[in-house]
């Protein structure tokens, strides 16, 4: 029996509902066909964007948005994303597929999307292939009210107000896809950059992210960090930079290939939540880099790409990165977002890649049909802590499985919040695939303990939704509790996420 010690009493920080956030790049069917069909589309439609999509994505109340990109953003000249459509040029996708790029979906439709979505809109500006002047005037575009050449541009483009830019990216994978740079160059080019993402509006400034670490690339974060953290004289007394970001994926490696995402074994099952566990290493190694250039923490760790990298689906576009989605990839997502939230005093803001039809999306399309993924009901059932505190909980009585060292994983992981009308959020995984674990939850300094809703999402490791059968895998009430004096007791099946919400 593994126990659940909740200390109802001590809370340890705010959830920044931006941990939730997702991730949207002009990369295979994510972008056009998953999120924007165009108006003339027979595909039900608002201004272009897909009514089903957006229906399913409020559901899921997503916080924030990125966009262009991914490597996509350095190659992204937003000039030629505004003005009549049919005037934009054309470009090739050189690092997706060398399709053609229309520019169809820029400036413009992103925000009528933010706005469809209820969403924060965070913008990646160009850093590999554009220059000061063209991150500067997309600044002005877009957030400038009154007169300057940029705005009245936007105005003569149908936008009379400015729109607010939540969150900007400098540059993105800069040690990559955008530029091959040494840390120590970018940084250079950082502090420069940075300097003309001006802020128009005091009461709406905007957060700027500095461009992070790739995985474990400790070294970056130390020179980034070491030449860009420090705070000028006012106006800007925030400082050079209010976030940076880390990547992290997580996939199987098997020589060239990254391994099925349908077609795996017990093996790859636990290597792949090994992997997935490491982010919790990787956060507390970053974030102590951090502490010492910002023991107050007022530089957030923005950790804007993570999620499972699969081989592609047979028989798609290997530059498209189009796959499917099992329970493992459910796994990888409740136990990251519960690593998230346990590190919710540094990590301010996240973005699984990405949100619909490329790498772990919550939603896959086909036509004018569309599928929910496993992934979409963690995120469905883990909304409840965005916005709430970090309760102190600690589980005793885990037990190890797996194989080896690269594989062994403890079977039961948790968060536990509290919202403003004080109901606790427990979410629990049992990543063992084959056996139920039996559990009790203390719930110290709380008298008995009223259930208000009990979810679960579980099934074979290998299961997941296709069109034909698009709810094999969904969310179900859970009653397998049991209420006692001071908690609960219950059994978490083998290979599942559960969501409690207790009052
Ligand atoms: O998400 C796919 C790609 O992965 C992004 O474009 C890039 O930033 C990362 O390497």
Redesign the pocket.
Known sequence: MIKLYINCKKKKGYINPEIYGH?S?H?GRCIYEGLYVGEESEVPNVKGMRKDVVAALRELKIPVLRWP?????DEYHWKDGIGPKKERKKMINT??GGVIEDNSFGTHEFFELCEQLGCKAYVNGNVGSGSVQEISEWVEYMTLDGTSPMADQRKKNGREKPWKVDYFGVG??NW???GNMTPDYYAHLYRRYQTFVRCYDKDAPVFKICGGA?GDDYEWTEVVLRECHRSPAPPEAHGFMDGLSV?Y?VGVEKGLHKGSATEFDQKDWFYTLNRALRMEELICRHGAIMDQYDPEKKIGMIVD?W?C?HDVELGTNPGF?YQQNTMRDALVAGITLNIFNRHCDRVKMACI??IVN??QSVILTEGADMILTPTYHVFHMYRYHQGAELVESYLEGGKQIGQDDTQSIYNVQESVSEDCEGILTITLNNLDPNDDQEIEIILQEKEKGQVVEAKILHGDMRSYNTFEKPDHVAEEVFTNYEIKDRGLKLVLPACSVLLLRIK
């Open positions: 991730f790049e990369l990109g991914g490597c996509f953003a690092n997706w993105n994978e990559g896809c955008g790739n990547h994926y790409e999620g990298w990165l890649a990405q490329v790498l």
